[in-house]
């Protein structure tokens, strides 16, 4: 019932910028950590980026001083502010969020995203 979409990526030069978005619909209680993850071709899926329900951060150190993750819990949607983008940043970047439901409050799932492909091109 409640959905992950993720916006924003695309075909981006190096050192350029982007801004990923990831928005939460349907019937929610209660949204905890979301979190932003990436996986490139050939390699398994690692986390860039997460946020807790009380605005506490933390980056992978590949990308920490780059990238900036936020979120707008009115909006229940989390953010990811890419500068100075590197070719070892393509990806595809997922959203990931942990959520409660009205009918089920005293229990968290965590729900992923589709994906949106991020290419950087040299």
């Known amino acids: 019932q409640v959905q992950l979409v993720e916006s924003g990526g695309g075909l981006v030069q190096a050192g350029g910028s982007l801004r990923l978005s990831c928005a939460a619909s349907g019937s929610i209680f209660e949204i905890n950590a979301m979190g932003w993850y990436r996986q490139a071709p050939g390699k398994q899926r690692e986390v860039v980026a997460t946020i807790t329900s009380r605005g506490s951060t933390n980056y992978d150190d590949s990308v920490k001083g780059r990238f900036t993750i936020s979120r707008d819990s009115a909006k229940n949607t989390v953010y990811l502010q890419m500068n100075s983008l590197k070719p070892e940043d393509t990806a595809v970047y997922y959203c990931?969020?942990?959520?409660?439901?009205?009918?089920?409050?005293?229990?968290?799932?965590?729900?992923w995203g589709q994906g949106t492909l991020v290419t950087v091109s040299s």
């Open positions: 990931n969020a942990g959520i409660r439901t009205p009918t089920t409050p005293w229990r968290s799932d965590e729900l």
